[in-house]
């Protein structure tokens, strides 16, 4: 009988004991904020460009955890949803068109200047603060920070912005991966050759 | 000396032909003048220097034309005197043959120079003395001194060590690449300026000591070393070293391993370990830039390969065409045109010819087919391991060749991908001719990238942050002012109100028959008014927020605050009515006014000025919708329609009522009407009364009265009319006649409702 009851009690002081432990440590470690959220908000793009149809990047991410689908990014493309897809444990799947479509090469928007007539529209659409003027003043994009998101262009009444490609300068350039396998016979090489001479 | 230094090996490297000794048979040799000179802006790691020169200026050998762009850059000097003819893009001499900002001096063959002089003259200070470090540092960065290894890093970058005590100064002569000799040459050929050099960098860095590495297969530049330590006196300091040859010992942190046996840590710069590691040529300009001023404007260059003739090292001004140089080597153009810039194992195809020597430019190879045969195809890797043997970095490159084919960026990198110097010995030792470090260089550029990106989309998302608290912070400062805004109005109503109460008795009572509305209406009113211009707005917004994705979210709310006020004007504007029509009872009820009626003529008569006008507003809204080409135009068109409707009906009831008015609608008589709407409104609601078989006798009298007053007026004003001469005296002959009638009727109820309190004197 004594046996049972020391065993009961032991037990019971366990259990308390523990308790208390993961109380203390479920409050001491609180994890603010939902961790997969940022997560997630660190994989999209932060183009702010609501394509996906939220107002911005946080909102998408805050969507996809509460179970959005992964695949309504176009800025990101491909690697954000394979990305996604990784973090998540879930099929990548192919971007949504109805989105539209990822662009080939990155751009940002530029302004002819001497067209604007300083309306600030465009001001008041950058989601990232990267256009730079005043009412009835030149306005002007500060390259640096444009995500290239186009929201800027819709608003122009004149239409005096421009999305442009990004240049590759001597420190974005880098080498292209070998092509391999293109050259294992002859004629491939000269084949090559012509298609080269003719671009 | 040397007998003391305890030399380390580092593991892998490779043994490849030398093909050193053709182009140190002979002594370097100045290259002549070329007719123009393309100094590229962008010739050292870092940002591209300023141009601080304009097209058609005249310049002289030595004169600053470009200045550093921030810490990490390099200004740059004219290596002639000449005129610069352009400051233009041309094509720059680097892998990626993209073009950048060059500027363009067309020499003029006279060698002037621009004023110079030592650093001990310019700070008066005797030969010999101790530089202060700060302005040698300085003196440095002015004369553009950059590696002249081959990275091109700007070299007083590399001194400014900032915390970190340096003790060891190790200068490079290892020169381990095949085919280039320029090193060589420069201490054979500068070995004293090599070692002043040396003295001055061990001044900049507060150094204890410094080693000059040299590989044992430049025996020559070794005895010249030597010799030249022992005529400036420094062996105690100075200790030029003999290490075996091995591709890659000349790479900073192998050429570190060899000499010291410490290992650069991954990521980090050979200054965390205490040393600091030039290129002997480079510390030869540095002895000139302090003795004489002289500013880094040409370099020792190796021109060689079996297309040259005249295989040699050449003095050349940077700027100087590849081309030029190649011509005066008796270089003999190939069937297919390859020349290569730096060596053999990491040197890159130039895209063309035209392109100048630059400051990282040491060697130009123009190779046989024969000697240099162009790459096989790559085979099948076999895992055979060689690579790894090979590799100076001690990595995996077979491993890092899978995920660099494979674009598994982040594996690559968790296998120090950013370790890997591309020195090319797995390259040059792969049994299948994999080209491994092309791989390497694309991974690296791609994580590179991909590094970049998320940093700008880090860059981005704080600024949206940033961006959406502010506009919170807006908001919430425009709600706090109109908060304010609607106290202080409440406060001052309430004033308002207190100073009426207390004389609520005489107001009171006439509140209902004046024209004036009662407070409650006016409070009503105004918040009715509030409530409109808060639609007028939100509606606004919701159109910005509907021609703006950005905001497209917040459609939906705006949406909903459109319909509350909506519903809230409805309500206040039935409440209003509520009350109106409650004064208006009372006004009715008050026997002395009834203007409450709405169907007196001038009321109808504004109702249609009102429809007409809305009609007219709804028609240039249309038109806009239609020249806009919204899809709100055949709702727009209905609500035309309807308003047409309205505006026909309310011409009709006006009509009506003027007839039944009985020709008040002269304009004469209309001008009447609106001066007295008093009496106006009384027979408007006295026909209705008048016609009333309920009335009874009590009622009827005063009726009967106003009945014979109305007669009265109209009568005068038939007068008038008809001293005046108006169109409208028939009119209002008609409308005396029907008044009398309406008296006689009124008279003959009186008598038939059988009591004759009232004994109607008047006819």
Redesign the interface.
């Known amino acids: 009988m004594t046996t049972i009851l020391i065993a009961v009690l032991v037990l019971t002081a366990l259990a308390i004991a523990f308790g208390a432990l993961l109380g203390f440590a479920s409050v001491r470690f609180k994890v603010e904020g939902n961790p997969v959220v940022d997560q997630i908000?660190d994989l999209?793009?932060?183009?702010?460009c609501?394509q996906c149809?939220?107002?911005?990047?946080?909102?998408y991410a805050e969507a996809i955890a509460d179970g959005d689908k992964i695949n309504k990014c176009p800025p990101g493309g491909e690697s954000t949803i394979d990305a996604l897809a990784d973090l998540l444990g879930v099929e990548p799947e192919p971007l949504d068109a109805e989105h539209g479509a990822e662009k080939a090469v990155p751009t940002v928007a530029y302004i002819r200047e001497d067209e604007c007539i300083g309306c600030t529209k465009c001001i008041?659409?950058c989601?990232?603060?990267?256009i730079l003027g005043a009412a009835k003043q030149m306005h002007t994009v500060i390259v640096d920070?444009c995500?290239g998101c186009d929201?800027c262009v819709?608003?122009c009444p004149v239409d005096c912005i421009d999305m442009i490609p990004v240049q590759?300068?001597?420190t974005?350039?880098?080498?292209?991966?070998?092509t391999?396998?293109v050259?294992?016979i002859v004629t491939d090489r000269r084949a090559r050759r012509i298609a080269k001479r003719q671009a | 000396m040397t007998n003391l230094i305890q030399l380390h090996e580092f593991d892998g490297g490779i043994h490849p032909p030398e093909n050193k000794h053709q182009s140190t048979q002979r002594p370097v040799k100045v290259a002549p003048l070329p007719k123009e000179l393309i100094l590229p802006l962008?010739q050292h790691i870092g940002a591209p220097a300023d141009p601080v020169v304009a097209v058609g200026d005249q310049v002289l050998k030595g004169q600053v034309i470009a200045e550093p762009h921030g810490f990490v850059s390099a200004p740059l000097h004219a290596p002639t005197s000449g005129v610069v003819t352009a400051i233009e893009a041309r094509q720059?001499p680097?892998?990626?043959g993209?073009s950048?900002l060059c500027i363009v001096i067309e020499c003029d063959g006279k060698e002037t120079w621009a004023p110079h002089q030592s650093l001990y003259a310019e700070l008066n200070i005797d030969d010999g003395d101790e530089l202060p470090r700060e302005a040698i540092v300085e003196r440095i960065r002015q004369s553009g001194i950059t590696g002249l290894g081959g990275a091109g890093f700007p070299t007083a970058v590399k001194l400014a060590t900032g915390e970190r005590t340096i003790k060891t100064l190790i200068l490079n002569g290892a020169e381990c690449e095949p085919y280039i000799t320029a090193d060589d040459m420069v201490m054979r050929e500068r070995a004293d300026e090599i070692v002043r050099g040396a003295q001055i960098l061990l001044q900049a860095l507060g150094a204890e000591r410094c080693l000059i590495g040299v590989e044992d297969n430049k025996p020559e530049a070794i005895a010249a070393l030597k010799t030249a330590v022992q005529s400036r006196k420094q062996e105690h300091h100075i200790d030029v070293v003999t290490i075996p040859t091995k591709y890659p010992s000349g790479g900073e942190k192998q050429l570190i391993q060899i000499l010291t046996g410490l290992e650069v840590p991954s990521g980090g710069i050979p200054a965390d370990i205490g040393i600091v590691c030039q290129n002997v040529g480079t510390a030869a300009a540095i002895a000139d830039a302090i003795d004489t001023g002289r500013p880094l404007i040409s370099r020792f260059t190796t021109v060689t390969g079996d297309a040259i003739s005249d295989k040699g090292n050449w003095d050349v001004l940077f700027g100087t065409p590849v081309s030029h140089l190649l011509d005066i080597s008796g270089y003999r153009p190939q069937k297919r045109e390859r020349v290569i810039m730096g060596g053999p194992m990491m040197g890159f195809t130039l895209p063309a010819l035209s392109l100048p020597v630059v400051k990282t430019t040491n060697c130009l190879l123009a190779p046989t087919e024969k000697e240099l045969p162009a790459n096989n195809?790559?085979m099948a890797c076999i895992r055979c391991g060689m690579c790894a043997d090979a590799c100076p970095a001690d990595l995996l490159p077979q491993q890092l060749y899978w995920f660099?084919?494979g674009?598994e960026l982040d594996k690559a990198e968790q296998h120090n991908l950013f370790d890997c110097i591309e020195c090319g010995a797995c390259s040059y030792v792969c049994p299948s001719e994999i080209?491994l470090v092309?791989?390497y260089?694309?991974a690296?550029?791609?994580i590179?990238?991909e590094r970049?990106?998320h940093e700008?989309?880090?860059?981005?998302?704080e600024?949206?942050?940033?961006?959406?608290a502010r506009q919170e912070r807006e908001k919430a400062e425009k709600e706090a002012k109109r908060k304010a805004r609607a106290e202080a109005a409440a406060k001052s109503q309430s004033a308002k109100k207190a100073v009426p109460a207390t004389k609520a008795a005489p107001t009171a009572a006439p509140a209902g028959s004046s024209d004036e509305p009662s407070p409650e209406l006016a409070k009503l009113q105004k918040q009715l008014d509030g409530a409109q211009t808060a639609l007028k707005k939100t509606k606004e917004k919701l159109e910005a927020a509907q021609?703006?994705?950005?905001?497209?979210?917040?459609v939906p709310a705006f949406e909903a605050a459109l319909t509350k006020t909506q519903d809230k004007i409805k309500t206040l504007a039935k409440e209003i009515a509520a009350l109106k029509k409650a004064e208006k009872a009372q006004a009715s009820a008050a026997p002395a006014s009834d203007k409450g009626d709405p169907n007196t003529p001038e009321r109808l008569k504004k109702k249609w000025e009102m429809a007409q006008g809305r009609l007219e507003t709804a028609e240039k809204r249309l038109a806009q919708a239609e020249a806009d080409g919204l899809d709100t135009v055949d709702a727009l068109k209905t609500g035309l329609e309807k308003q047409r409707a309205r505006v026909a009906d309310a011409k009709a009831a006006y009509d009506a009522a003027v007839k039944a008015d009985s020709g008040d609608a002269s304009p004469e008589a209309k001008q009447e009407t609106k001066a007295k709407p008093d009496s106006q409104a009384e027979q408007a609601t006295a026909t209705p009364a008048a016609s009333s078989t309920q009335a009874n006798a009590v009622d009827l009298a005063p009726k009967i009265r106003a009945q014979q007053d109305r007669i009265e007026k109209a009568t005068e004003r038939l007068n008038m009319a008809k001293a005046d001469g108006l169109e409208t005296v028939p009119a209002l002959e008609k409308a005396l006649e029907k008044q009398q009638d309406k008296l006689a009727q009124l008279e003959a109820q009186a008598a038939s409702s059988s009591s004759p309190a009232t004994s109607p004197g008047d006819a």
Request: proline content about 10%; some cysteine; glycine content about 6%.
């Open positions: 908000n999209l793009p932060q183009t702010q609501g149809g939220y107002p911005g990047c946080k909102p008041q659409a989601p990232v603060d990267a920070e995500t929201l819709e608003p590759t300068d001597r974005s350039w880098y080498w292209e991966a070998p391999q396998g050259e294992l | 962008h720059a680097h892998s990626s993209l950048e195809p790559s660099a084919k674009e080209p092309q791989y260089r694309f690296k550029g791609a590179r990238e970049a990106a700008k989309a880090e860059q981005a998302r600024r949206f942050e940033a961006r959406i021609s703006d994705e950005a905001l497209a979210a917040k």
